[in-house]
């Protein structure tokens, strides 16, 4: 993980470093640093801290701004604790360096070129410095392509050669790069939302080319040192954003932002009442002759071919399995040219989605990615893309994200049930009819948000929590679950409430909090039974129930009313709505929202 920035211009760089390396934190947030180089004078200054970019500023506070050349980083640990001699830039000689990845063989190179001594920390990373600094006699080119030969495992290298001031050098394999440049310099990222305003437009660099950043100009070079071109790709978000606007996190903000974005992700695909995803270029041949469908997503995004698992089933008939990613090749699973290999993921970046995506298709599969980053790794790997709408997702927790996943995956299944004939053209008209309505349905969960406040005040002094239902209640309630155990540190489970007699129910005691969601209609009664197991045992049950559904006089600690839908859309109201539940339990007990511990929105290790 990690978020890399460098930039070389005519601004003073400490400032736009450490307002870039904000936009990253992201990515990950246990230590930051930031080393510049001064044109003039040749002097360095390296600045680096365990903790947050907001520590890394006061650290900066006094350096006078004269350097206009400079790389940055914010971690996510991964080899070596979280101590200020671990933060990036590590500095080895004339060489100073930022990475994202991991290098697998670091401890090979350690001995393969006895570095034992020149080390102060415990990364990965300052051995690639060291190593470079041996090939280093002058030639930057020629020092990268040494260093490169012997790296086994994914990087993104960001490097100053102080005797080549207001140049940065730049080498990937798999971790991202983006560049950008304007009339006032130039500048790289991890991520296009860290290049800010420089440009309209930017560029994926691609692997294993070595790119220098000059102050007017990107150069680009092949392997062989040929001069070569990068695409350039628009930026159609808003990179400037107005930051989390009158609200206190970005998670608040991004929940409500769901009716918005995903009108916007169906908007361009539903045209004159129809399904088309001509904007995606997925031809219809893909869909109809498929045998098969096969999902590979890690966490949220799995849960969101959770949902259309359980809706290929029933529209279509159709054997779909959902993998988690991180397992996928490691389970020999069975993939032909008959299969579709749906890859799920809002960053485009997971590793593990993107290695499972890469196995599946040199199995012959097909492949669809439903993406919300653009241009990013795995939109480039898959056959097909289908964007989501989301935009920028800034809290790690992921919400917008996950409901636009839907949408999109929605669609997808809507036009392959209409092109493998399982819908005709009035089934097709329902469908579209209920997918419409639920911006407007997530909206009125959204207006409500303070009954859920108040339901999640009862929740803060919870250890363990439980999440019951059954069908599609149970899917979107491993999401629920997730949502509510990463931002709140409750241990949370959802459980098929069919199966809580089998074993779990043993740990139902006086008072445990259990959240029960009950939209589906076939499931109801027997989902209100499985509720009265659990308040026999004590359970203090929150019941978020399809308005439409009558009810017994039983008790409840609480009950929210879901706007009704028909059956398989309930996942975007209820999806609202356990959302905010976990946001305010996380915000009334003091947490940091945006950032919960140990985490990263990006995961570029396996
Ligand atoms: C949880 C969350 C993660 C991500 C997962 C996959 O809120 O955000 O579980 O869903 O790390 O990330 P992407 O979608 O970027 O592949």
Request: glycine content about 6%; hydrophobic content about 40%; charged content about 25%.
């Amino acid at each position: 993980m990690c978020g890399i920035v460098g930039y070389t211009g005519k601004h003073s760089v400490t400032d736009q470093l450490l307002d870039s390396l904000e936009l990253l934190e992201y990515r990950g947030y246990d230590s930051a640093g930031l080393a510049t180089l001064n044109g003039d004078t040749g002097k360095v200054k390296l600045r680096k801290c365990a903790g947050r970019v907001s520590d890394l500023r006061k650290l900066c506070q006094n350096d006078k701004k004269l350097s206009t050349c400079g790389i940055g980083h914010t971690r996510w640990a991964t080899h070596g604790g979280v101590s200020d001699e671990n933060a990036h830039p590590h500095r080895i000689g004339d060489v100073l360096l930022v990475h994202n990845g991991i290098i697998e063989n670091y401890e090979e190179l350690i001995d393969h070129f006895m570095l034992h001594k020149e080390l102060k920390s415990q990364t990965d990373t300052e051995v690639v410095a060291a190593v470079l600094n041996r090939f280093y006699q002058g030639d930057p080119h020629d020092a990268i392509r040494k260093t490169v030969k012997y790296l086994k495992g994914t990087f993104a290298l960001v490097i100053l050669f102080v005797d080549h001031p207001d140049v940065i050098y730049a080498i990937r394999n798999v971790s991202p790069i983006v560049a950008a440049y304007n009339e006032n310099g130039t500048m790289l990222a991890s991520d296009v939302v860290a290049l800010g305003a420089t440009a309209d437009r930017y560029m994926v660099i691609p692997e294993y080319v070595i790119t220098e950043l000059h102050k007017s100009e990107i150069k680009l070079f092949d392997w062989k040192g040929e001069p070569c071109e990068a695409q350039f790709m628009e930026i159609d978000w808003d990179t400037t954003r107005d930051g989390k606007g009158n609200y206190p996190f970005y998670m608040e903000k991004e929940i409500m932002e769901q009716p918005e974005v995903i009108k916007a992700t169906m908007e361009e695909r539903i045209i004159d009442g129809r399904i088309d995803l001509s904007v995606d270029g997925i031809p219809d041949n893909i869909l109809k002759e498929c045998e098969r469908v096969c999902v590979v997503a890690c966490g949220t995004a799995m849960h969101a071919g959770l949902v259309a698992q359980a809706f290929i089933q029933s529209k279509l008939q159709m054997h779909m399995s959902v993998e988690y990613a991180s397992e996928f090749m490691y389970s020999d699973p069975v993939i032909d040219e008959k299969t579709l290999v749906l890859a799920i993921s809002q960053s485009g970046e997971t590793i593990d989605t993107l290695e499972a995506l890469k196995y599946a298709r040199k199995k012959g599969a097909k492949s669809i990615a439903v993406i919300n980053v653009k241009g990013s790794s795995i939109a480039r790997e898959s056959d097909y893309v289908m964007y989501t709408s989301a935009g920028p997702e800034i809290a790690v927790a992921s919400t917008k994200a996950y409901t636009t996943q839907l949408i999109a995956l929605f669609l997808l299944i809507g036009r392959m049930a209409k092109v493998r004939g399982a819908f005709d053209e009035l089934d097709e008209k329902k469908y579209l009819e209920n997918l419409v309505q639920t911006p407007d349905k997530m909206q009125e969960v959204l207006e409500q948000k303070e009954a859920i406040h108040k339901i999640a005040r009862d929740m803060l002094d919870a250890k363990d929590a439980f999440m019951i239902g059954r069908g599609l209640d149970y899917s979107i309630l491993l999401e629920g679950a997730l949502k509510l155990k990463e931002v709140s540190y409750i241990h949370t489970e959802a459980y098929a409430s069919g199966e809580l007699k089998h074993g779990t129910i043993a740990l139902i005691t006086e008072n445990t909090p259990v959240v029960a969601v009950v939209t589906q209609s076939r499931l109801k009664d027997k989902e209100l039974s499985n509720i009265r197991e659990v308040q026999s045992r004590g359970a203090s049950v929150v019941l978020m129930v399809k308005e439409s559904f009558e009810l017994s006089d039983a008790e409840y600690a609480d009950i929210f009313l879901l706007p009704a839908m028909a059956d398989e859309f309930m996942v975007f109201p209820a999806s609202a709505a356990l959302q905010l539940l976990a946001y305010y339990v996380s915000m009334d007990k003091g947490l940091d929202v945006d950032k919960p511990r140990n985490l990263a929105k990006v995961v570029t290790v396996e």
